[in-house]
């Protein structure tokens, strides 16, 4: 399975954009790029998924590089419940490789 | 709607006992995941279901583990004779249909400690 990179850990204010990097340099064709994310004590929760095209939905937005090498998952304006475990995950088949993650804190 | 439910929420057992958990996915659904995530680690897959179909059972650690979905509906994760390492959150999630553009929903899990 292909492989991604984030960063371990990132900080943002509250009622700011937060932009969660991705990189996914031996992505397939196929791959589809996900990203869920992880609140304390839950199980992972779907946030929104890619294949080339640039996608939008109610949670989040995400912005799929032209070579599709990277991702970045936009929340619009982080609130304190935003506060997770974010995954990017590649998926070219039914099941998930989760990797560690980027921990999101957000400053009141 | 009703989500993916898992019981217990909390298990704990003594090295040696079996353990059976619960999973009811979302009505309707034909796929069925079971993950283990052990403490400050992602989830890590066990076993796949389409339907009653097991399709993939590379993930399971040992032969102590064992799921069944006999209607394709509920399933069941059991543990015979456990182990310490067995001590972890068990997640269950649920998909629509299979493929990879498929979001897969989650349940809170089952919180297993092995003593």
């Known amino acids: 399975d292909a492989k991604t990179t984030q960063p371990n850990s990132m900080e943002s204010n509250e009622e700011e954009p937060v932009h969660l990097p991705c990189n996914h340099s031996?992505?397939?064709?196929?791959?589809?790029i996900h990203w869920y994310r992880q609140l304390p004590s839950q199980g992972p929760e779907y946030v929104i998924h890619g294949l080339t095209s640039n996608v939008n939905n109610r949670m989040a937005s995400l912005a799929i590089a032209e070579d599709r090498k990277s991702s970045t998952l936009i929340l619009h304006r982080a609130t304190l419940r935003d506060a997770a475990v974010y995954y990017c995950?590649?998926?070219?088949?039914?099941?998930?490789?989760f990797g560690k993650g980027t921990r999101l804190h957000i400053l009141p | 709607g009703a989500g993916v439910s898992q019981s217990p929420r909390y298990k704990v057992a003594k090295r040696g006992q079996d353990v059976a958990l619960r999973c009811d996915p979302i009505?309707?659904?034909?796929?069925l995941f079971w993950y283990q995530q052990a403490l400050g680690q992602g989830p890590e897959f066990l076993t796949y279901?389409?339907?009653?179909?097991?399709?993939?059972k590379s993930g399971l650690p040992s032969d102590r583990f064992f799921a069944e979905r006999p209607e394709g509906s509920v399933s069941t994760l059991k543990i015979q004779r456990t182990q310490q390492e067995d001590s972890a959150v068990y997640l269950c999630?649920?998909?629509?249909?299979?493929?990879?553009?498929?979001?897969?929903?989650f349940g809170d899990g089952t919180r297993l400690s092995i003593l």
């Open positions: 995950i590649l998926r070219d088949g039914d099941k998930i490789i």
């Open positions: 009505s309707g659904h034909v796929s």
């Open positions: 031996t992505i397939s064709g196929t791959d589809y």
């Open positions: 279901f389409q339907n009653e179909a097991q399709l993939d």
């Open positions: 999630a649920s998909s629509l249909f299979t493929g990879s553009n498929q979001p897969q929903h």
